[in-house]
């Protein structure tokens, strides 16, 4: 493991999908949430590292929980992703979502993200939500 859990950090159990590859995490960071899952051998891909699909799952998951609680807690569905992977991340690796409102019109929320491990981004992205 590479990162050491921190008491701050809460594990939340969730129905569905995300509560399928969690247990997810979630601590505050000022105004902010972060999101995270350790990985484990389950989550890797054929070559031993952890799989593209879990973090584009990851972060599409934290974007989407930002931009409801950007919006009033209305549901926002993800329309667009864009995921660019940036390094390997590795079972043991805590892997960290954080993800920002770039802009709000009356029906979509325009997000940017990122996944970091040990503060390195591991991959960076761009979402369109359409709020509900």
């Known amino acids: 493991m590479t990162q050491t859990m921190h008491e701050d950090w809460k594990p ?10 969690g247990p997810l995490l979630t601590r505050r960071e000022g105004d902010a949430w972060a999101y995270a899952i ?4 389950k989550h890797t891909n054929p070559a031993g590292i952890v799989h593209g699909g879990l973090l584009t799952a990851l ?17 926002c569905i993800t329309v667009a992703l864009d995921v660019h992977f940036l390094a ?7 892997v960290v979502a954080r993800g920002r409102v770039v802009r709000t019109s009356a029906s979509l929320v325009f997000m940017q993200g990122s996944l970091t491990v040990d503060d390195k981004e591991v991959a960076t992205g761009k ?6």
């Not at 939340?12 to 590859?21: E, N």
């Open 12 to 21: 939340r159990t969730l129905d569905g999908f995300v509560g399928l590859i």
């Open 88 to 94: 390997a991340a590795r079972p043991g690796d805590l």
């Open 38 to 41: 350790r990985t484990e051998a």
């Open 127 to 132: 979402a369109i939500m359409k709020i509900r």
């Open 59 to 75: 972060l599409d998951h934290a974007l989407s929980v930002i931009a409801w609680e950007a919006n009033e807690r209305r549901a």
